[in-house]
């Protein structure tokens, strides 16, 4: 009798929870993991290649060539009067940095508006063009993760929101928000179009770089690279119930056993 009434709650919560789940836009999308590089074009220098991930040696990373370099790609695009969000990681080796990475639709030209720029010895200082102060210190030899939330409307002054976690930042923390609409970041003139290029410049370090994302449909300050390991709060809820009723299941089938058992001893007595 229990099991039954159970059984009609499960179906009554699944109904539930099916019926009032947000629907789910599009999530990030991997643009590039570096187990192979052969989509990315060499402007100037070094090409980018791929080598071991130090911290975990069954991982693949790319890194670019020390000294003065260039290296850029297509991705999917952040299209013009949309928002959208960028995700990678990066780690910084020992030394002195003087690195950054560029976001725009230019890459020939090297127009890239959104850009975030690393100098100096460890700690080594973060910037978001346009730069003025730094948005943070970063280690040496710490994987970070970088989310850029990108505002490309039109009806609204153009700018990008940073935020950083890795290190001493041990949860997600804004950096700031920067406005592009008036700035050319590497290049010579502002953005025009769409977001659908990725570009890494580098001067005198060899930083590595992981993990490249896009969410084209708007902000998403979720790190991908966790999402396929956590579940959805509705699929936690639903497995809870599944679990209670794995359990009320045992629990009914011995008491049944039970009864039996006390039955039959009572006929065998009689």
Not at 32 to 44: A, G, K, M, P
Request: glycine share 8%; net charge negative.
């Amino acid at each position: 009798m229990m099991y039954s009434t159970f059984l009609r709650i499960l179906a009554i919560a699944c109904a539930v929870f099916l019926g009032q789940a947000a629907p789910v836009r599009a999530a990030f999308v991997l643009q590039e993991n570096f187990d192979d590089v052969s989509d990315w074009t060499n402007h100037s220098g070094g090409a980018l290649s791929v080598t071991t991930d130090p911290a975990d040696a069954g991982n693949s990373v790319g890194t670019n060539a020390a000294g003065s370099t260039r290296n850029s790609r297509s991705i999917t695009a952040i299209a013009n009067d949309t928002i959208g969000t960028i995700f990678f990681r990066f780690r910084l080796p020992a030394g002195a940095q003087d690195f950054g990475f560029g976001f725009g639709d230019a890459p020939a030209n090297n127009q890239l508006p959104v850009t975030v720029f690393a100098s100096g010895t460890s700690p080594t200082d973060l910037f978001m063009y346009p730069f003025s102060s730094s948005q943070a210190s970063l280690a040496s030899d710490v994987w970070y993760s970088l989310w850029l939330v990108v505002d490309n409307r039109d009806a609204t002054p153009d700018e990008y929101t940073g935020y950083l976690q890795g290190g001493a930042f041990t949860s997600q923390t804004l950096l700031a928000t920067k406005n592009f609409s008036n700035t050319t970041g590497f290049g010579t003139s502002v953005l025009n179009g769409p977001i659908d290029t990725v570009q890494f410049r580098e001067f005198n370090a060899s930083l590595l770089i992981d993990d490249l994302y896009i969410d084209a449909t708007g902000e998403n300050l979720a790190n991908p690279t966790l999402l396929a390991a956590v579940p959805e709060p509705s699929t936690l809820s639903l497995l809870a119930l599944a679990q209670f009723g794995l359990a009320l299941r045992r629990r009914s089938a011995s008491g049944r056993r039970s009864a039996r058992t006390c039955l039959a001893r009572r006929q065998f007595v009689n």
